[in-house]
């Protein structure tokens, strides 16, 4: 697929199709030996940059990267990765090309650029041409494209017994034969060590010597497995919200989320106790919320977005709270919380607890998460519910559900770096989705390689969260000025 004339953010679709792409939150056999990277063509030859087709977004360039579906058998069937930049805007003082590694999985590297560059600092964008692209089977790269009708059935998480089990089993089967039917053969290389080799070769087609890299949240498991695939072509790699692909089990990957997770809950509960701004101040933030969650439950709890229709408790969870966690813009859920508990009633009604997004195959095919069957599954929702008492049915329980059966490429292992520069690792001590335990170990895998850089404050993501954890990480990527071990910065003010 080519950019030239088109628009870099245009989606194919079909009649009857939808893009299964999916956000998920979110590990013990050892990576295999990389295939060698054959030899890149000239970056001139690789990335033929012209203007984005986007008028309210001017000055991105964008362009396709040639890769093999399978990096196993690299003189076979190919695919165009869409590819985007922003060029520095200080030419003189320009250290190079960064690319950043974006999240999900399921974002858009091209939209990232193109359209939330202010997600980069200042400095970052006045020193480095800021490039992404969109990872294989995502938005412009031969995205993974699923029946809509077949999506639509899709069985809730909240499993009653074996027969839901084995439902959920036969369905899952079913849409992963429909998802490769109309995807293509790539739909079986979707994994994070497919898109390593992705990566370097889009650092030789830039014409990089190194590495600069700057990865968020699903982002860090790349830049992670780069950095233990190539340590010698990484210049300078930050991981920011990291993501721990060691966690051994499905229930020690379920139990850390719904720890951090309900840590975030904590800490907003405390706020709202001390902040005379917090909308339900002087009542009990807890005893409100979960009688938002008993309406819910119930589907008398209207969606704030579509007046109306109920909401469900999942979706009071995951579509409400975790959202605003994530923004750590507690004042925000505070309203939100007081006029929905101000909301008159809806009639009792059936509510449907369908995941926030669907299946996503990059996922399952980088996460062994086995469930022997329902009787396993109950525990590990009962667990769950135990560690997040006030955030039932978290993501990544819909996740876990959703890969039930599925095959993976890229299964669960620590990270095994020698000769890597020293890598950044970048964390809130308050991360809804990462918790800052995964940080900690992240960076001890890294050995002599992590340094881990502390933000005292909440949210996911951290690297602009005011002038100290700013100035640090810019400092480091234009000059390669690492910050001494144990450093930490001070939480600062919610922009909410």
């Given at each position: 697929?080519?950019?030239?004339?088109?628009?870099?953010?245009?989606?194919?679709?079909?009649?009857?199709?939808?893009?299964?792409?999916?956000?998920?939150?979110?590990?013990?056999?050892?990576?295999?030996?990389?295939p060698?990277?054959?030899?890149?063509?000239?970056?001139?030859?690789?990335?033929?940059?012209?203007?984005?087709?986007?008028?309210?977004?001017?000055?991105?360039?964008?362009?396709?990267?040639?890769v093999?579906?399978?990096?196993?058998r690299?003189?076979?069937?190919?695919?165009?990765?869409?590819?985007?930049?922003?060029?520095?805007?200080?030419?003189?003082?320009?250290?190079?090309?960064?690319?950043?590694?974006?999240?999900?999985?399921?974002?858009?590297?091209?939209?990232?650029?193109v359209?939330?560059?202010?997600?980069?600092?200042?400095e970052?964008?006045?020193?480095?041409?800021?490039?992404?692209?969109?990872?294989?089977?995502v938005?412009?790269?031969?995205?993974?494209?699923?029946?809509g009708?077949?999506?639509a059935?899709?069985?809730?998480?909240?499993?009653?017994?074996?027969?839901?089990?084995?439902?959920?089993?036969?369905?899952?089967?079913?849409?992963?034969?429909?998802?490769?039917?109309?995807?293509?053969?790539?739909?079986?290389?979707?994994?994070?060590?497919?898109?390593?080799?992705?990566?370097?070769?889009?650092?030789?087609?830039?014409?990089?010597?190194?590495?600069?890299?700057?990865?968020?949240?699903?982002?860090?498991?790349?830049?992670?497995?780069?950095?233990?695939?190539?340590?010698?072509?990484?210049?300078a790699?930050?991981?920011?919200?990291?993501?721990?692909?060691?966690?051994?089990?499905?229930?020690?990957?379920?139990?850390?989320?719904?720890?951090?997770?309900?840590?975030?809950?904590?800490?907003f509960?405390?706020?709202?106790?001390?902040?005379?701004?917090?909308?339900?101040?002087?009542?009990?933030?807890?005893?409100?919320?979960?009688?938002?969650l008993?309406?819910?439950?119930?589907?008398?709890?209207?969606?704030?977005?579509?007046?109306?229709?109920?909401?469900?408790?999942?979706?009071?969870?995951?579509?409400?709270?975790?959202?605003?966690?994530?923004?750590?813009?507690?004042?925000?859920?505070?309203?939100?919380?007081?006029?929905?508990?101000?909301?008159?009633?809806?009639?009792?009604?059936?509510?449907?607890?369908?995941p926030?997004?669907?299946a996503?195959?990059?996922?399952?095919?980088?996460?062994?998460?086995?469930?022997?069957?329902?009787?396993?599954?109950?525990?590990?929702?009962?667990?769950?519910?135990?560690?997040?008492?006030?955030l039932?049915?978290?993501?990544?329980?819909?996740?876990?559900?959703?890969?039930?059966?599925?095959?993976?490429?890229?299964?669960?292992?620590?990270?095994?770096?020698?000769?890597?520069?020293?890598?950044l690792?970048?964390?809130?001590?308050?991360?809804?989705?990462?918790?800052?335990?995964?940080?900690?170990?992240?960076?001890?895998?890294?050995?002599?390689?992590g340094?881990?850089?502390?933000y005292?404050?909440?949210?996911?993501?951290?690297?602009?969260?005011?002038?100290?954890?700013?100035?640090t990480?810019?400092?480091?990527?234009?000059?390669?000025?690492?910050?001494?071990?144990?450093?930490?910065?001070?939480?600062?003010?919610?922009?909410?």
């Amino acid at each position: 697929m080519s950019f030239r004339g088109r628009s870099a953010l245009r989606r194919s679709t079909a009649r009857g199709t939808a893009l299964a792409v999916g956000a998920a939150l979110a590990f013990i056999t050892g990576l295999a030996a990389a295939p060698a990277v054959h030899a890149s063509p000239s970056a001139a030859e690789a990335l033929r940059w012209a203007p984005c087709d986007d008028p309210a977004h001017p000055g991105a360039e964008c362009a396709t990267l040639s890769v093999p579906v399978d990096w196993a058998r690299p003189d076979g069937p190919r695919i165009d990765l869409a590819v985007a930049r922003r060029k520095a805007t200080d030419p003189g003082a320009r250290v190079g090309s960064m690319v950043f590694g974006p999240g999900g999985p399921g974002d858009s590297g091209v939209e990232r650029v193109v359209r939330g560059i202010s997600r980069f600092s200042p400095e970052v964008r006045r020193r480095f041409d800021v490039v992404s692209f969109d990872p294989r089977g995502v938005g412009g790269s031969n995205p993974v494209t699923c029946s809509g009708d077949l999506l639509a059935e899709r069985p809730s998480p909240e499993l009653k017994s074996q027969a839901d089990f084995d439902a959920t089993m036969a369905y899952n089967r079913r849409l992963r034969a429909d998802c490769r039917a109309r995807t293509g053969p790539v739909f079986d290389h979707l994994d994070t060590a497919q898109t390593v080799r992705d990566l370097d070769a889009l650092r030789a087609a830039l014409g990089e010597r190194e590495l600069t890299f700057h990865g968020s949240s699903y982002g860090t498991l790349l830049g992670a497995q780069y950095a233990e695939t190539y340590p010698r072509r990484v210049r300078a790699m930050v991981l920011e919200s990291v993501m721990d692909h060691s966690v051994p089990t499905t229930r020690d990957f379920l139990r850390s989320e719904a720890a951090t997770a309900q840590d975030s809950f904590h800490e907003f509960a405390k706020w709202c106790d001390a902040a005379a701004d917090c909308a339900p101040h002087g009542r009990d933030v807890r005893a409100v919320w979960q009688g938002l969650l008993a309406r819910a439950g119930r589907g008398e709890l209207e969606d704030p977005a579509k007046p109306g229709t109920s909401l469900s408790s999942s979706d009071l969870v995951n579509k409400i709270a975790f959202r605003k966690f994530y923004q750590a813009d507690y004042a925000g859920l505070a309203r939100a919380i007081a006029e929905m508990d101000a909301s008159r009633p809806l009639p009792a009604s059936p509510t449907s607890t369908a995941p926030l997004h669907p299946a996503t195959p990059v996922f399952c095919s980088d996460w062994h998460l086995p469930v022997r069957d329902y009787q396993e599954y109950a525990s590990l929702v009962a667990m769950m519910n135990r560690t997040a008492p006030d955030l039932p049915y978290l993501l990544p329980v819909h996740m876990t559900a959703a890969c039930l059966g599925a095959p993976t490429a890229n299964p669960q292992h620590r990270l095994d770096v020698h000769g890597a520069p020293p890598i950044l690792v970048s964390n809130a001590l308050h991360d809804p989705a990462t918790g800052y335990p995964w940080a900690v170990s992240v960076t001890r895998q890294l050995g002599r390689s992590g340094v881990l850089l502390t933000y005292e404050g909440h949210g996911h993501g951290s690297v602009t969260s005011g002038p100290c954890m700013e100035d640090t990480v810019d400092g480091y990527l234009t000059d390669l000025t690492v910050p001494p071990r144990g450093t930490s910065c001070p939480a600062v003010p919610s922009p909410s």
